[in-house]
T-cell receptor
Framework: GIQVEQSPPDLILQEGANSTLRCNFS?????LQWFHQNPWGQLINLFY???GTKQNGRLSATTVATERYSLLYISSSQTTDSGVYFC????????????FGTGTRLTIIP | DAGVTQSPTHLIKTRGQHVTLRCSPI?????VSWYQQVLGQGPQFIFQ???????GRGNFPDRFSARQFPNYSSELNVNALLLGDSALYLC?????????????FGSGTQLSVL
């Protein structure tokens, strides 16, 4: 099946800093989503981005499908940005099963 | 509009018992999927249902089963619980379950098996 790798596994930043999270995947995808999992376990949709670039406030994401990677940018980090960020993909064949990466744990220090 | 709702939020069971977890999708969504998230890992796909039919199944033993009702809500059942079944169980819904659709997740049910 498709493989998803995220880097870095852990990231500790001062409030106000910028960060870039990376997701590499091993096959062509029809679906790529970025999620933020809060301390209570809720997976919050950030972006649906199988290709191209999107922005939402301080967050933006870019997926280069031909090179099989996606980047999530967080600017001017706030403590509420802390949590685990997951990239999840679904390949071009089959149902909507999402394969998740192992996540990046982001900690923002005041 | 309500999001994906799951019940119960927390559950404690002992080994060998049976458990039923429930999920109501977003209004208008007809596809429901279940995922298991073990501590420190990403969620893993268990089942997908669309219009009461199973569309996909992950690599889980037959002790795991699910069903979808005419109102599109769903139940996940786990028999003969093992310690390793302790996890956060997440339900996700989408409009028609196509591979290129956005999934929306509930807050999950935290299952502890003692």
């Amino acid at each position: 099946g498709i493989q998803v790798e995220q880097s870095p596994p852990d990231l500790i930043l001062q409030e106000g800093a910028n960060s870039t999270l990376r997701c590499n995947f091993s096959d062509s995808v029809n679906n790529l989503q970025w999620f933020h999992q809060n301390p209570w376990g809720q997976l919050i949709n950030l972006f649906y981005i199988p290709s191209g670039t999107k922005q939402n406030g301080r967050l933006s994401a870019t997926t280069v499908a031909t090179e099989r990677y996606s980047l999530l940018y967080i600017s001017s980090s706030q403590t509420t940005d802390s949590g685990v960020y997951f990239c999840a993909v679904a390949s071009n064949f089959g149902n909507e099963k999402l394969t998740f990466g192992t996540g990046t744990r982001l900690t923002i220090i005041p | 509009d309500a999001g994906v709702t799951q019940s119960p939020t927390h559950l404690i069971k002992t080994r060998g018992q049976h458990v039923t977890l429930r999920c109501s999708p977003i209004s208008g969504h007809k596809s429901v999927s279940w995922y298991q998230q073990v501590l420190g890992q990403g969620p893993q796909f268990i089942f997908q249902y669309y219009e009461k039919e199973e569309r996909g199944r992950g690599n889980f033993p037959d002790r795991f089963s699910a069903r979808q009702f005419p109102n599109y809500s769903s139940e996940l059942n786990v028999n003969a619980l093992l310690l390793g079944d302790s996890a956060l169980y997440l339900c996700a819904s989408s409009f028609s379950g196509q591979v290129n659709e956005k999934l929306f997740f509930g807050s999950g049910t935290q299952l502890s098996v003692l």
